[in-house]
């Protein structure tokens, strides 16, 4: 089958088109002017603001002019991950989409349903000249994944709707009222690089296989962290005289790491012993995360030694502060019943020419537990001599279960589909708490199709669930008061 001949026809053609638009987070020039084109050849009015956030406004339909504005959200950027023997440019090529069923997933990379489902449904909504709705403003916002400077630098005044839908939520029966708030973690630190001693044998260590995942949807399932995983079998090397020489761990902070490598060298009357502790202790590790990591491998190559290696002082307490470093969940919520309260992501490890970074994201829909953890992050890199950084912090966004636009909602997918919703809070980041800064008034909610495997290769979005998507959206337009 032809994606575009999907039903809903309008949001499948339209998420073709968006797909089509290389789209990373921080380089989104094109996308804005997709969007900006988009909204012209319509007529409609648009402009993008000062940052580079799309608002395309439509008026409302005839006998709806009595009500409220709507403001419909979503975020233009995308989470850029592939598999390591896919050979795709992300900066280049559009997504390369297939259908499995009732899935629609990308060929080894991302899909961009995260939030390109969101705004898919916008474009169909504005284009149409068939569906009733009162006057709509689209914002269409970027940087949602690596900082959410597009809902940051929006400034007061920009928005008219009273009302907004953020279509940014992953599960098909969930009506979002909350969401966590994060902080970037970076601890940094020089090493003085050593000459490789003479007779070294060369091994790199990979761990790969791993499925990885959103770090705040995804942190509660016990999923394997490639770089935690690294740093226990480097950790047997303390014993060994091992000396690294480079490692690469990790890509972004909001995904789960899947793959780690590592190149060290040992000295050879040491390396076949090393070399049989770190092969055991790999199949321990692949015997506790059978469950959750059925394709876990971790290989041993022997490649070149290196010639600059680093000195075992700086070795021992880096290997030391990640070991100590938290990853996973910290805390669940005591106010609502299985959330992740507070949790830590160790996202990004990066060794090589003498510096060391290690990344992560901190994220708690409780501020001043997300500062907690943050500081002891900070302790245990400060006491192995790293010098460590915050940034890049988001507030959470605190329900409001007696919410009018909630109301409206819930009884909009009762009245559809026989059932009652889930109204939850979320341990991902919604750009809904940062808006609300500025637009304290604005009555939120967030909901969305079924996407699984966000900010992985494995990503997919349910075929079935767009639909029921679909149909509640075009139903909650007509509700609203």
């Avoid at 269409?140 to 400077?149: K, L």
């Avoid at 016990?222 to 090397?237: C, P, V």
């Avoid at 680093?310 to 910290?330: C, D, P, R, S, T």
Wanted: net charge negative.
């Amino acid at each position: 089958m032809d994606i575009n001949t999907l039903e809903p026809t309008p949001v499948w053609s339209n998420f073709s088109k968006l797909n089509a638009v290389p789209r990373p987070s921080k380089k989104e020039e094109r996308v804005i002017s997709f969007m900006l084109e988009f909204g012209n050849k319509l007529g409609l009015e648009t402009f993008s603001d000062e940052i580079g956030n799309v608002i395309i406004r439509k008026p409302a339909t005839k006998g709806m002019e009595n009500k409220k504005m709507i403001t419909l959200q979503s975020h233009l950027d995308m989470v850029h991950q592939k598999n390591a023997d896919t050979v795709f440019d992300f900066d280049t090529q559009g997504i390369e989409m297939f259908i499995d069923e009732d899935w629609v997933k990308a060929k080894g990379t991302t899909l961009g349903a995260d939030n390109g489902m969101g705004v898919a449904a916008i474009m169909a909504l504005l284009e149409s000249d068939s569906i009733s709705h009162p006057a709509l403003e689209a914002l269409f916002t970027i940087d949602e994944e690596t900082g959410m400077t597009g809902a940051f630098e929006l400034k007061a005044g920009v928005l008219k709707g009273e009302i907004l839908l953020n279509l940014d939520t992953e599960e098909d029966d969930e009506i979002d009222i909350g969401c966590a708030g994060g902080i970037d973690v970076t601890a940094t630190r020089k090493y003085n690089e050593k000459d490789g001693s003479h007779g070294d044998a060369g091994i790199e260590i990979t761990v790969k296989g791993l499925t990885g995942g959103h770090s705040g949807m995804d942190i509660h399932r016990g999923r394997g962290n490639a770089n935690k995983i690294m740093n226990r079998l480097l950790f047997l090397g303390l014993d060994y005289n091992v000396r690294i020489s480079s490692l690469n761990g990790g890509s972004l902070r909001n995904a789960i790491p899947r793959e780690s490598v590592c190149k060290l060298n040992v000295g050879r009357k040491h390396a076949d012993k090393f070399m049989k502790k770190v092969n055991k202790l790999s199949e321990q590790i692949k015997a506790e995360l059978s469950v959750q990591e059925p394709n876990l491998i971790i290989e041993l190559t022997d490649v070149k030694p290196a010639k600059k290696v680093m000195g075992l002082g700086a070795q021992e307490k880096f290997i030391k502060a990640v070991y100590a470093a938290h990853n996973g969940v910290y805390a669940m919520s005591g106010a609502i019943d299985d959330l992740v309260e507070t949790s830590n992501n160790v996202a990004k490890v990066e060794v090589e020419n003498g510096k060391i970074s290690v990344g992560c994201l901190t994220r708690s829909s409780v501020d001043t537990a997300k500062l907690d953890l943050a500081n002891s992050l900070r302790s245990a890199f400060e006491l192995s001599g790293f010098d460590v950084e915050f940034s890049g912090a988001y507030p959470g966004w605190n329900p409001n279960p007696n919410s009018e636009i909630l109301t409206i909602v819930k009884n909009t997918y009762t009245d559809l589909f026989k059932e009652e919703p889930r109204v939850v809070a979320c341990h991902a980041g919604l750009e809904c708490g940062i808006l609300g800064q500025n637009y304290p008034d604005i009555d939120m909610v967030s909901f969305g199709p079924t996407i699984l495997g966000a900010h992985s290769p494995d990503e997919r979005v349910s075929i079935s669930s767009v639909q029921k998507f679909w149909n509640l959206l075009l139903e909650i337009l007509k509700n609203t008061n």
